[in-house]
Each structure stands twice: as structure tokens, then as C-alpha cells.
T-cell receptor, first 112, second 113 residues
Framework: QKEVEQDPGPLSVPEGAIVSLNCTYS??????FMWYRQYSRKGPELLMY????GNKEDGRFTAQVDKSSKYISLFIRDSQPSDSATYLCAIKKGSTLGRLYFGRGTQLTVWP | GAGVSQTPSNKVTEKGKYVELRCDPISGHTALYWYRQSLGQGPEFLIY????????DSGLPNDRFFAVRPEGSVSTLKIQRTERGDSAVYLCASRREVTGELFFGEGSRLTVL
């Protein structure tokens, strides 16, 4: 079993829709939670970073962490065609220098 | 440079050959990471360097894989006796000290025929 599980999709939504992306993890030692966006043939880029349970908002993006359920979510409001990409969740244990464990990514298409 | 630079962007080789992939991190970033991403999968950790030394190489799949960072800047990932299963995108990232954020390059796409 992988450290973090993510439904690969694909997910296809109309412009303006609210998108919900989710991951689950198995080990309570994980303390840091991230969402990366990866466009085709590009490297991942950091979207959101959090280390506590609850919500963190940045513009149209909201990251949600529930440590008791070991469940993390990313919500995208008013989705745009430019949001079409693969979204990767990533988790990390306590050390700030430690490795990231990535989910397999969810491919999202937002059609106009 | 402005971002993490990886060369070559594409490499096609034959089974059994030796390959080197280069990563030039963002200037001043002391931590450097290598990940491998197979088609339809998330990046998988290989190794990371703090300065010149490999702080964690537990993700290297076998002894055909080796990485160096002799001067604490540029890193080279070396793959001996390549196999078809080594075909993937090899991603390099460097870490901003203050925030801990990783900045990824665009990757080197390796195809082993």
C-alpha cells in the first residue's frame, strides 16, 4: 500500500464549476500537506502548503486537512480552462528536509 | 539561473547503455532532490542532497543508479546498464531555505528502447 492514495480521475468539469480533489494517507506521522499543479510536460509547482488540520484559502483555492481521518482535499472555486492540469497531493513527515510522498495525481480538464 | 535547469530534456538510449542526467539548481539552494515520474504516476523519491553529501538515498531502486553533487551545486544522476523499466521522467528540485518550498525543473524524459 502506498503512503498516500489519490484517485487519478480523469475529472472533466465545465468552466465555473467547483472542483473537489482528495487524497488519503495511512500514517499519522505525516505532518505537512501540499498540493502541486503539473501542466503537461512541465515540473510540478506548489499551489498550497499546510501543516495543521482545518482550512487554508488562497484566492480560488482552498486546502482542507482532517488529520483525524487522514484525509486532505483541494477545492477550486469558479474553475477556469487554465486550471486544466494534473493535481498532485504530497505529504511529508516532521523533518523540513525530508522527502515528499506524492499521490499519483488527478487529471483535471475544465472545458469552456 | 531563474529556475531549476535539467539537461537533456529528452534522451533516447538502448537497453544496456549508460546515461547521465544533469540538474542545475536555483543559485543558493543547498538542498537538491531527484524524483522519478512514470507515466500516469506521481513523482517517486530517489535521493536528496544537503550540500555535497547525500542525506537520504533510500529511494534509489538498485545499484545501477548513482547520483553526485561534488561542489554542492550541479548534480548528476547516473544510470548504468539501462533497462526498459527505467523509462520515465526524471525530475530535479531544489529547496528554498526560508520556506522549505521545492522548485522543480521540467524534467529529463528518458526512453530506453
Amino acid at each position: 500500500q502506498k503512503e498516500v492514495e489519490q484517485d487519478p480521475g480523469p475529472l472533466s468539469v465545465p468552466e465555473g464549476a467547483i472542483v473537489s480533489l482528495n487524497c488519503t494517507y495511512s500514517n499519522s506521522a505525516f505532518q505537512y500537506f501540499m498540493w502541486y499543479r503539473q501542466y503537461s510536460r512541465k515540473g510540478p509547482e506548489l499551489l498550497m502548503y499546510t501543516y495543521s488540520s482545518g482550512n487554508k484559502e488562497d484566492g480560488r483555492f482552498t486546502a482542507q486537512v482532517d488529520k483525524s481521518s487522514k484525509y486532505i482535499s483541494l477545492f477550486i472555486r469558479d474553475s477556469q480552462p487554465s486550471d486544466s492540469a494534473t493535481y498532485l497531493c504530497a505529504i511529508k513527515k516532521g523533518s523540513t528536509l525530508g522527502r515528499l510522498y506524492f499521490g499519483r495525481g488527478t487529471q483535471l480538464t475544465v472545458w469552456p | 539561473g531563474a529556475g531549476v535547469s535539467q539537461t537533456p530534456s529528452n534522451k533516447v538510449t538502448e537497453k544496456g547503455k549508460y546515461v547521465e542526467l544533469r540538474c542545475d539548481p536555483i543559485s543558493g539552494h543547498t538542498a537538491l532532490y531527484w524524483y522519478r515520474q512514470s507515466l500516469g504516476q506521481g513523482p517517486e523519491f530517489l535521493i536528496y542532497f544537503q550540500g555535497t553529501g547525500a542525506a537520504d538515498d533510500s529511494g534509489l531502486p538498485n545499484d545501477r543508479f548513482f547520483a553526485v553533487r561534488p561542489e554542492g551545486s550541479v548534480s548528476t544522476l547516473k544510470i548504468q546498464r539501462t533497462e526498459r523499466g527505467d523509462s520515465a521522467v526524471y525530475l530535479c528540485a531544489s529547496r528554498r531555505e526560508v520556506t522549505g518550498e521545492l522548485f522543480f525543473g521540467e524534467g529529463s524524459r528518458l526512453t530506453v528502447l
